[in-house]
């Protein structure tokens, strides 16, 4: 019904700076929906990066990424970005996008980000 397509990961120096995109196919074009990012460590528990809803653009970042990433959406709405900026080696984790409408949940498969010197 909804499928994501992420991009945008790789190797950058700590300092350096990231965009992530994720593109959504299938039904998603409901009145109410939320998009977004989270990340996953090996082990680790998927938290919440940031999320973007339609219709009204409204934001919400977790507190470890305000100032530094930032989460936007194209005029079609069908393609969101994580613009990430001063990446700390903490940062390393695969990245998944995140759709959410009509009381449904879908995930992409995630593309690691590898902050290391």
């Known amino acids: 019904q909804v499928q994501l397509v992420e991009s945008g990961g790789g190797l950058v120096q700590p300092g350096g700076s990231l965009r992530l995109s994720c593109a959504a196919s299938?039904?998603?074009?409901?009145?109410?929906?939320?998009m977004g990012w989270y990340r996953q460590a090996p082990g680790k528990q998927r938290e919440l990066v940031a999320t973007i809803t339609r219709p009204f653009g409204s934001t919400n970042y977790a507190d470890f990424v305000k100032g530094r990433f930032t989460i936007s959406r194209d005029s079609a709405e069908n393609t969101v970005y994580l613009q990430m900026n001063s990446l700390k080696p903490e940062d390393t984790d695969v990245y998944y996008c995140?759709?959410?409408?009509?009381?449904?949940?879908?995930w992409g498969k995630g593309t690691l980000v590898t902050v290391s010197s």
């Open positions: 299938g039904s998603i074009f409901s009145i109410f929906y939320t």
């Open positions: 995140y759709h959410e409408g009509r009381g449904m949940s879908t």
